[in-house]
């Protein structure tokens, strides 16, 4: 007997519900029965349209890959990139992409730790908005020898101050230091 064919339409809405149970539970401590039973499935459900935890995890974490990089795209002057900065910076606060960010932050915690699914995807996501912030400051001038370790100074700048104001709710303090961050890398 043949087996059923996926329904692509409820895959694709138990990769959002997985990303909504990510940002409510968290990351840490997730398991496939609870999760199974919040989106009204089965476990096993979700290995038929999945295959492992793991690749279900990594699908619906790739649903929220943030767009940053193309805030980077057009830029080609210090004010652009000020600006495109700033941008990522509300974003990640206060922005649609908050939710995601948090999400982001989660795995990278976990593929600090353990390497696994989440290591590639942590540090794809890394390296596709350095490359996009070193490359809009080569245009603005930045020496090609200094923009990616610029770059890397200002995307995880930014991320630790993020983190920062995640854990301790001060968002005044950070939003100074992200805006004081942002005012060195520009400058330099």
Do not use: N
């Amino acid at each position: 007997r043949m087996a059923r064919p996926l329904d692509h339409a409820k895959r694709t809405q138990l990769l959002a519900d997985v990303v909504g149970y990510i940002a409510e539970h968290g990351l840490a401590d997730l398991s496939l029965r609870p999760l199974a039973a919040e989106l009204g499935t089965s476990s096993r459900m979700l290995i038929y349209y999945f295959g492992t935890k793991e690749e279900l995890l990594v699908q619906a974490l790739a649903t929220q890959h943030p767009g940053f990089s193309s805030l980077f795209s057009g830029i080609s002057d210090r004010d652009g990139l000020r600006a495109g900065l700033e941008e990522l910076w509300t974003s990640t606060t206060r922005g649609e992409s908050s939710v995601s960010t948090k999400i982001l932050l989660q795995v990278m915690g976990v593929a600090s730790v353990q390497r696994g699914p989440f290591s590639d995807f942590a540090t794809s996501a890394i390296h596709t908005l350095i490359d996009a912030v070193a490359d809009a400051m080569v245009r603005c001038g930045i020496s090609t020898r200094h923009s990616r370790d610029s770059a890397t100074v200002a995307v995880s700048g930014l991320r630790g101050i993020l983190l920062d104001r995640l854990v301790t709710g001060d968002a005044a303090r950070t939003d100074r230091s992200a805006s004081r961050l942002i005012e060195q890398v520009v400058a330099e």
